[in-house]
T-cell receptor
Framework: AQSVTQLGSHVSVSEGALVLLRCNYS??????LFWYVQYPNQGLQLLLK????ATLVKGINGFEAEFKKSETSFHLTKPSAHMSDAAEYFC????????????WGAGTKLIIKP | DAGITQSPRHKVTETGTPVTLRCHQT?????MYWYRQDPGHGLRLIHY???????DKGEVSDGYSVSRSKTEDFLLTLESATSSQTSVYFC??????????????FGPGTRLTVT
């Protein structure tokens, strides 16, 4: 069965430091991959998506993610963390090669230390 | 932002009462979804719809029913609410298969408390 694993339910970084949120997936077919962000008391917002056009994907708010097929990974990075980045981040993969259902990771809460 | 609204945004109800949550979209997207979000469980799919009157179960469908009589509206009903259904409920929409890459767009959520 397909799955998405996000390493670390909580990640804490200092303001200005590199942000790295890890996502590994299992899929038997080329996947579509997504990162979403959820700010407190809000819905999920699409941060970026991989659709096979380019392995390095740039998203909103300075985030980017790199698709590595050999590692089945799609890690999210940002060079310099800002206090406003504090939120929960979810990785998702399209289910079974279709694009109408997503398999979700458990989420990683990003904490920014001043 | 995708035009998705949910109503009500907050509701407190008593065990055993029926509850209906509404999701309304203005994007004319084919697919609509209901999720629940609970601490430690992430997002779990309750039901989804792939067209008017076409719905299917997700992973946690017990105790829930849905209806979609118009493209723009997707209703989630708890026939007899239980305390285990206290949660935050999110509606999402997607253009779906054959259109784009299947990203989903989310509503603002409904916080439901069953006492």
């Amino acid at each position: 069965a397909q799955s998405v694993t996000q390493l670390g339910s909580h990640v804490s970084v200092s303001e200005g430091a590199l942000v790295l949120l890890r996502c590994n997936y299992s899929s038997s077919v080329p996947p579509y991959l997504f990162w979403y962000v959820q700010y407190p008391n809000q819905g999920l917002q699409l941060l970026l998506k991989y659709t096979s056009a380019a392995t390095l994907v740039k998203g909103i708010n300075g985030f980017e993610a790199e698709f590595k097929k050999s590692e089945t990974s799609f890690h999210l990075t940002k060079p310099s963390a800002h206090m406003s980045d504090a939120a929960e981040y979810f990785c998702a993969v399209s289910k079974g090669g279709s694009n109408y259902q997503l398999i979700w990771g458990a989420g990683t809460k990003l904490i920014i230390k001043p | 932002d995708a035009g998705i609204t949910q109503s009500p945004r907050h509701k407190v109800t008593e065990t055993g009462t029926p509850v209906t949550l509404r999701c309304h979209q203005t994007e004319n997207h084919r697919y609509m979804y209901w999720y629940r979000q609970d601490p430690g469980h992430g997002l779990r799919l309750i039901h989804y719809s792939y067209g008017v009157k076409d719905t299917d179960k997700g992973e946690v469908s017990d105790g829930y029913s849905v209806s979609r009589s118009k493209t723009e509206d997707f209703l989630l009903t708890l026939e007899s609410a239980t305390s285990s259904q206290t949660s935050v409920y999110f509606c999402a929409i997607s253009e779906g298969q054959g259109q784009g890459s299947g990203e989903q767009y989310f509503g603002p959520g409904t916080r439901l408390t069953v006492t």
